[in-house]
């Protein structure tokens, strides 16, 4: 008896000690640091608040604990509507500004391109929703404050102390609930004290919403979006009409009261409040109202809990599939705006490099989602009524860089957005090409767009507006789309219309050389930039231009290869192939050892220019390669040479160029480009800065990292091509190649210790590594383990 008591005793011991460990191996795991981006203090500025969204409502949350504002957005407001024309000039307008270029009468012809194509100052631009304003009626002394935005989870925090008693609140945009979702609490016996207002600011001086409350515990507040004092034609054209909206919030308590008071809501003695905020517009629901009606009845009487949990595992199914880490993570201790003035002084912070690799992933799947516009030049987080370049669609690498990491960071499906919206563009760009430039075949589509999808030109300068290559630079994503899901359907159905449809303009477009008799583009620009055509004089439109003869031969080859998959052979696929084959070459390298950027040597008036566009062809091309050495190489000069005279100034230029030395192989710049972004284009907030605020460059540098760690343009799949001195150590898991394959890396003192390959198809693919190539199966959704020498390992 005694024995079995004293074996009780032992196995209740043992018992207790493995609860103690679990408990602690769970305590661990709590504590295990996440994507967490934290501040001592409040927002003073837009630029220092924090960007939530659920695709297509977002908001800037500041954290003043005394009088808190929250900056809201929706990505349909804009003014007009689909009713401006789609073309301006004729047949033979374009013939005489060809005739003006083939005579040299280069300042004639930019002059004309302008006065007879563009329409010139249709200034339409996305603005915000308005604000959501908290007064706390009681300044309160803060202590212990805490502002914290969580990557992994989607929610923006503010923590605080006062007299002894805590005070928290939780923002976060359900895409799940199709709202904005704030709770306030705190454990003061007496509770919280405030106001909430909604507001919206003036259109050059006129009011534009009405507000008012629907109930004791409601504020509503409905409008039209305008944009009062706008451009058509030069002249001015009041564009008072636009996008209808309502904005509708309801608060429910758990103690204290609520009353309604001019269209605010006044609450007393309240010590936990939870906030559903939801909008609706015309361009989405002819009744809207009514929806913000029923989407509030679905969830006023859902708990903050319950509804952050819905959000978290909608959220996290696509944040998830990549997971990144740098090491580092003891520096998680210090704040973020610290952290990036550590780097500003030269200090070495990789762990915050991969935080904002993942911070791009959350702005994309913030800001586009299956269903909602595309996101815009600063995503969906826009503060002004005439927003920087409008918070437009520009198509001269602007939209197209905001998508580069979608397929390869396994996002694929927000690409899903830029289809819908390019799809409509073209539609129209179908008009344009007809009636402004007589080509019965196929659209045509310029270089910046709005909500309504109008391919015009419109410039007031023909260096940045003149530019026929939106759409072509576009269709490039529909075929990389394809390669990175191997969705047949949507090459099928999606993808192949778009890129016949671009490449029948194309040859219709092209005019015959006499001097070469090849196939050139007339009139051409290099987006944004001019040349010298005499010792004096500058101009922009030329008689063909790299890039553009680079998008048109890789959309030729696009429809090349689409039409072998499927299996298509006709007339307009031998067309396709006789012109591509006498196309002037988009890559020629001059005496100097450079690529040029126009078809003639010409010197340049901004040999610094923040565009890469003679570049095209190694990112987010794929024809300039490491096995063409002298164009590889002369890409190489290229860079080196715009460098040289102040390059890459602005922050989405630094972000191509990231991907541009990703391309070249070359680690160093890689590793120096990435130090600057941080150090002179990246805000507290991690936001890019043109500088103002541009989104593209977020988006431009997770799809950097991407391409540093992981290539797949070419025949075969590059593991950690560009890996930068400084990360030594890592791993990433979840990046998706060409091919429909999801790749992991570990890596230790830069050297490989093992690749996952997990393939959606079964194929063959060939690896490459430190010199090493072999050639894998790989079995549908089988995944295999190579160690460093590439050998399959179980």
């Known amino acids: 008896m005694n024995f079995l008591k004293k074996q009780f005793s032992y196995l209740k011991h043992v018992k207790l000690l493995f609860i103690l460990l679990v408990a602690v191996a769970c305590k661990e795991k709590t504590q295990t640091p996440k994507d967490v981006l934290w501040y001592e203090q409040p927002a003073t500025q837009w630029m220092e608040a924090l960007p939530v969204g659920n695709g297509r409502l977002g908001a800037m949350v500041f954290g003043n604990p005394n009088q808190e504002r929250i900056q809201l957005n929706e990505d349909s407001m804009w003014p007009g509507a689909a009713d401006w024309e789609d073309y301006k000039g004729s047949p033979e307008d374009l013939e ?25 100052s249709i200034v339409r631009s996305h603005q915000t929703m308005g604000d959501l304003f908290i007064d706390f009626h009681q300044k309160k002394e803060i202590e212990n404050y805490k502002r914290s935005l969580n990557l992994d989870d989607a929610l923006a925090t503010v923590n605080y102390t006062s007299k002894g008693n805590s005070y928290s609140q939780k923002v976060f945009a359900s895409a799940a609930d199709d709202a904005l979702v704030i709770e306030l609490s705190t454990t003061a016996n007496e509770g919280l004290n405030l106001n909430l207002k909604l507001d919206r600011p003036l259109d050059n001086g006129h009011e534009t919403v009405t507000i008012s409350n629907p109930s004791d515990s409601q504020i509503s507040m409905i409008g039209m979006v305008t944009q009062f004092g706008g451009m058509k034609n030069s002249k001015p054209f009041p564009i008072d009409y636009g996008v209808q909206f309502e904005t509708r919030l309801k608060v429910k308590n758990d103690s204290g009261t609520i009353e309604s008071e001019n269209g605010e809501l006044v609450l007393k003695n309240v010590k936990k409040a939870t906030i559903y905020l939801v909008c609706n517009t015309s361009f989405y629901h ?29 959220y996290q199914k696509l944040y ?8 580092g993570a ?145 269709s490039q994503h529909y075929w990389e789309h394809y390669l990175y899901t191997q969705d047949a359907d949507f ?10 449809s671009i490449a029948e303009f194309y040859l219709d477009w092209l005019v015959k050389d006499p001097k070469t008799n090849l196939w050139v583009s007339a009139p051409e620009t290099s987006p944004e930039n001019s040349y010298f055509f005499n010792k004096d004089n500058s101009g922009a439109v030329s008689f063909g231009s790299a890039m553009g003869h680079q998008i048109i031969a890789e959309v030729f080859d696009n429809v090349l290869e689409a039409s072998k998959v499927l299996n298509i052979e006709d007339d307009f ?58 164009t590889f190489n002369a890409a190489r000069k290229t860079i080196d040479y715009r460098l040289q005279h102040g390059g890459a100034g602005t922050g989405w230029s630094r972000a191509w160029m990231i991907n541009l030395n990703a391309r070249l192989l070359d680690a160093k710049s890689a590793q120096e480009n990435i130090k600057k972004f941080m150090q002179i284009s990246v805000a507290d907030n991690l936001f890019d800065e043109h500088p103002p605020f541009q989104i593209d460059g977020n988006f431009g540098y997770s799809a950097g990292v991407a391409e540093l760690l992981m290539q797949s343009h070419e025949p075969f799949l590059r593991i950690l091509p560009t890996l930068p001195d400084n990360w030594k150590t890592g791993h990433v898991s979840g990046l998706k190649a060409r091919g429909n394959i999801e ?23 060939s690896i490459k590594y430190n010199g090493v190539s072999v050639k894998i199966e790989l079995r549908k959704n089988e995944k295999i383990w190579l160690n460093d020498k590439l050998n399959v390992v179980k």
């Open 573 to 630: 696929v031998e067309e396709v192939r006789l012109k591509r084959k006498s196309l002037f070459p988009g890559v020629v390298v001059g005496d100097h050892g450079r690529i040029l950027e126009w078809n003639e040597p010409y010197d340049e008036p901004e040999k610094g220019h923040r565009h890469m566009s003679h570049l095209y062809a190694l990112h987010p091309g794929k024809t300039i390669v490491e096995n063409t050495p002298i």
């Open 491 to 500: 090459l099928k159905q999606r993808a192949y219309p778009v890129l016949k």
């Open 286 to 314: 002819k009744n809207y109202k009514e929806k913000n009606i029923k989407t509030l009845a679905l969830i006023e009487n859902k708990s903050f809990s319950e509804l952050f949990k819905s959000h978290q595992k909608d």
């Open 320 to 327: 998830k599939r990549v997971a990144f880490n740098l090491g």
């Open 330 to 474: 003891a520096l998680d201790s210090l704040p973020t705006d610290k952290r990036l003035k550590r780097i500003k002084a030269g200090e070495d912070d990789p762990d915050l490099a991969a935080k904002l690799f993942k911070f791009g992933r959350y702005l994309l799947i913030s800001s586009s989602r299956e269903g909602t516009n595309p996101a815009n030049l600063q995503g969906i987080w826009n503060r002004h009524i005439k927003a920087p370049w409008n918070a437009d669609y520009h198509l001269n690498i602007n939209l197209q860089m905001n998508y580069w990491p979608a397929d390869v960071t396994n996002l694929s499906e927000l690409h899903q957005p830029f289809f819908n919206f390019i799809d409509k563009v073209i539609e129209r760009g179908k008009v344009t090409a007809k009636k402004q430039y007589g080509i019965q075949r196929g659209a045509v589509v310029h270089h910046a767009t709005d909500l309504w999808a109008p391919p015009f030109m419109r410039a007031e300068q023909p260096y940045w507006g003149s530019w026929i290559h939106g759409g072509g630079w576009s």
């Open 96 to 120: 005489h500004i060809r005739n003006l270029l083939k005579a040299g009468k280069i300042t004639e012809a930019d002059k004309l391109i302008v006065e007879k194509f563009s329409l010139k």
């Open 743 to 765: 790749v992991d890396i570990e890596w230790k003192d830069r050297k490989l210790l093992k690749l996952g390959l997990l393939s959606k198809e079964n194929q063959i693919k």
